[in-house]
């Protein structure tokens, strides 16, 4: 058949033989030929030689259509793309080929998976294409910067309870921190910061979104305007307190780098720990203790500067009693107050108009006044009004007119029949 003359070359083929014909013809010397392909002087010989002997098709390569000897065997390849099937169907190449090398011990580049299910095509997760942003120089420093956000996302996959991830990744290294709580929320975002600064220390700024818990919402006051202040969430007042600069983001996309974490997260860690059956709070914030070492081992990177600008707790300072949620209550004149539609009666007697009602983290509440706790206890049972007598109802008697009043002439000459008429008459005598 004149199909079987035909040679298949590419372009980088076809180029050396053209520079080898120009070899056999005398026009280069081998040597310049080798240069000229980027091979050496001895290769060059040997394939000159090869063409000479074989004809065009010397030039390909001997091991064109065969199998590599490093090919993984067709065994290896069924089970793998079985296991991809049933047990990670909805994971990417990356993080498939990590598991099973994990989990079932198959040791397996991520491209060779990705050519794999592309060739039996077997659907996979891919990336996103993401929007154009313009890029922001990380912080030099570690601890410069903590970008900090709560995500929401079915973290259990119906397994459990719904809760939130409070996020933080360092802006200059990319280490990362994390704790699961119910919901996002004051407490849950000074329980996270008091857990972050215990570990690392206390950072220079922090970069937040807008969120309600926040930042506050509240219009500023005469006050506030005359003293260029802005009202602060509970938790802006906490972290001000600490020295930490507050940094507001206008968008999403402004605090990418936490957000990007919280993507990865949403995949990766979803995924582990729905591997190892998890499916409460306490679970995932034990796994959280040893997962997040060993992605911030693999994914930090080493910033501008060595410097640690984390700084240490100060002995001076209770933590307890700044990341709490403070409350002004009145003090009334039987030395009680109401908080949370309960009535407290202070033991301590204390002259002050109002006294501050600190609510923990742990769920425990203290009352003070300049700094100062006060005993209290809470009221139980408040003492009843005593009820007045009930007044009786006397009903008002039915008004009956006069034999002679209008109303019965006019209803008497208002009739038409003759039987109504005389039942009048009847009914006012």
Known sequence: ???????????????????????????????????????????????????????????????????????????????????????????GPTLATEKLLEIDKIKLNDETLRLWLIERN??????????????????????????????????????????????????????????????????PAMDSFKRYIKKYGIPVSIYLDKHTTYKSTKKPSIEDQLNNLEPLSQFGRAVNELGVNVIYADSPQAKGRIERLFGTFQDRLVKEMRLRGI??????NRFLRYYLPLYSRRFAVKSANDTNLHRPIPESIDLDKILCVKTPRALRNDFTIAHNSKLYQ????????????????????????????????????????????????????????????????????????????QQTLVGAL
């Open 1 to 91: 058949m004149a199909g079987k003359d035909i040679i298949k070359m590419s372009q980088e083929e076809l180029k050396r033989l053209h520079v080898i014909h120009k070899a056999i013809d005398k026009a280069i010397t081998q040597a310049q030929a080798g240069d000229l392909i980027g091979l050496c002087q001895r290769q060059a010989r040997r394939i000159v030689r090869r063409v000479k002997q074989e004809g065009d098709k010397g030039i390909i390569h001997r091991s064109r259509g065969r199998p590599s000897n490093r090919a993984v065997p067709e065994e290896i390849k069924d089970e793998v793309l079985k296991l991809f099937k049933e047990r990670y169907p909805d994971f």
């Open 122 to 187: 077997i659907p996979y997760k891919k990336r996103k294409r993401r929007p154009h942003r313009q890029w922001r120089e990380r912080k030099e420093c570690f601890g410069e910067m903590i970008q900090v956000d709560g995500s929401h996302h079915d973290w259990f996959e119906g397994r459990g309870e719904e809760c939130v991830l409070m996020g933080y990744i360092d802006d200059a290294t990319g280490k990362s921190f994390g704790r699961f709580h119910p919901y996002e929320g004051t407490l």
């Open 279 to 284: 499916k409460t709070i306490p679970e995932a």
């Open 346 to 421: 202070i033991e301590d007697n204390v002259s002050a108009k109002t006294v501050m009602v600190e609510e923990r983290i742990d769920g425990s509440m203290s009352v003070t006044h300049k700094d100062t706790n006060l005993r209290f206890k809470e009221i139980a049972t408040r003492p009843k009004r005593e009820q007045e007598e009930p007044k009786i109802h006397t009903p008002k008697k039915a008004y009956v007119p006069a034999k002679d009043h209008p109303w019965r002439n006019h209803r008497i000459a208002g009739s038409t029949n003759f039987k109504e008429k």
